[in-house]
């Protein structure tokens, strides 16, 4: 172990008198720096902003005054979703996704105020995160200073003397690699330091260190890698040709073609078409607000019977109120079935182009990152099936409180009686009843267990690397 340890050493000093090297790796350093400092603060401050503006649309709702019921359905709600503790490392979907939804009867609308203005911020710096920075940037690092920690001693004519003054070529081989492991560990700090800051924020510390430890294992793999193709190439100049390649292959082209395969495997249908085919299913029920449509006949019928009465009108209930709830339930099975089949078709791209982390390590660390960080699709699925419920509840609220506090007498009439439509409005203690809304991420256990996957397959890219070099050591000569 000292002999590794002094080869280590021994190329620490042949970087430090290298001012490219040294220039190269404060350059990433501040730019990993500054990237996790913008990033930080503006995740931070868009957390603040949308738990005040959460806050806000609850109290504007419940300090509305007394109303019909119905008035309400229509005068919405809207909740945020609030960005989870690791997104000031890797936002993930944050800023292509809608961040607010708005809720009201009758319909699921979308999410909408994606972060636009993300790109003009700095220069376009908020857009370069450190997960970015990290992902594409920090190989080209070790590239740099590692493609010829052993083909510089090969054409130095000093690898066969290190030989024959009996240093092992598996030791020294081990040196080189663990120089490069530690300008890897450097380069981690500055999302070391963020990551705590999480922790100190609520996030989960064993997501956090599946977090922390994908990126470490990540850039291991492309330490692994500069050495590997460093102890089989002959000369300085093939090693970064074959490196840049390798690069340009596994972190750009790769994952582009990836997400066309997955686009053109899995398409997804047009929101024009899909809402046309929404409101042709649509049609063929009732109209909520047409209690007189044929469609609630039955429902009709079956009430009068339920209560024993011979007409609408000597209902204990309003039969306004129970058509509007009727009606919202199965509108609302009809949407949810259109929603879940748009999001399995979500899913189904994003597992295909996961698949392919298995031959590029930079997909496979980008699906790590964002699952352990609750930033990816399936966090944003959460948050559209949180706001459903939602949105659902007090919608039916107060359809109940239609169909129980309102007389079906007044409501028929309050169009066109002043006494009628008073007596319509509900007190707005009713509204009161609307539940705060606190986007919480999928639990950090689902998301541990959720980045074991992309994991297992940075930590096979691992075991095949260093198998390589385990070759290239045992038959590395002068």
Known sequence: MRKVLLVAADEWRFWRRSRLAMLALGLLLLLVAASATLTALRMSSEAQARSQLQTDAEETYRSQPDRHPHRMVHYGHYVFRTPPPLAMIDPGVDPVT???????????????????????????????????????????????????????????????????????????????????????????????????????????????????????????????????????????????????VVW???????????????ASAAPAQGKIEADFEVLSELRSMGDGHNAADPAFEQLKTNLLLQYGVASIEDLPVNFRGVVAQTAEADLTAVLNRFAEERMATEIHQVSLLRSFGWISPTLALREASMTSAGTGVEAHHKFLRDAEAVRFDFVQGLNRVHAEQLAY??????????????????????????????????????????????????????????????????????
């Not at 990551?195 to 291991?220: C, M, Q, R």
Request: with cysteine.
């Open 248 to 262: 340009i292959l596994l972190a750009l082209i790769i994952p582009r073609f990836a997400a066309n395969v997955a």
């Open 98 to 244: 809608g961040q607010s939804i708005f809720l009201e009867g009758h319909r699921q609308n979308a999410a909408m105020f994606a972060d636009a203005k993300a790109g003009a911020t700095a220069g376009q710096m908020a857009d370069m995160s450190p997960a970015a920075v990290l992902s594409l940037f920090a190989p080209l690092l070790l590239i740099a200073m590692g493609y010829s920690v052993m083909t510089r001693e090969r054409e130095a004519g000093t690898l066969g003397p290190l030989l024959a003054q009996g240093l092992s070529p598996l030791t020294l081989v081990a040196g080189k690699w663990l120089a490069l492991a530690s300008v890897a560990g450097l380069t981690l700090l500055p999302l070391m330091l963020t990551a705590a800051a999480a922790i100190s924020k609520g996030e989960s510390i064993s997501a956090t260190a599946v977090f922390a430890g994908s990126y470490g294992l990540y850039l291991l793999v492309w330490c692994t890698l500069v050495v590997a193709v460093s102890s089989l190439a002959t000369r300085r100049a093939g090693a970064l040709t074959i490196l840049v």
């Open 409 to 478: 007498a007044d409501d028929i009439n309050r169009s066109s009686d002043p006494e009628a439509e008073r007596r319509t409005r509900v007190s707005s203690e009713n509204w009161k009843a609307l539940e705060d809304f606190d986007f919480v991420p999928p639990p950090s256990g689902a998301r541990v267990e959720g980045a074991l996957t992309p994991l297992g397959k940075l930590g096979a890219w691992f075991a095949l690397l260093f198998g390589l070099v385990l070759l290239s050591a045992r038959g590395l000569k002068p």
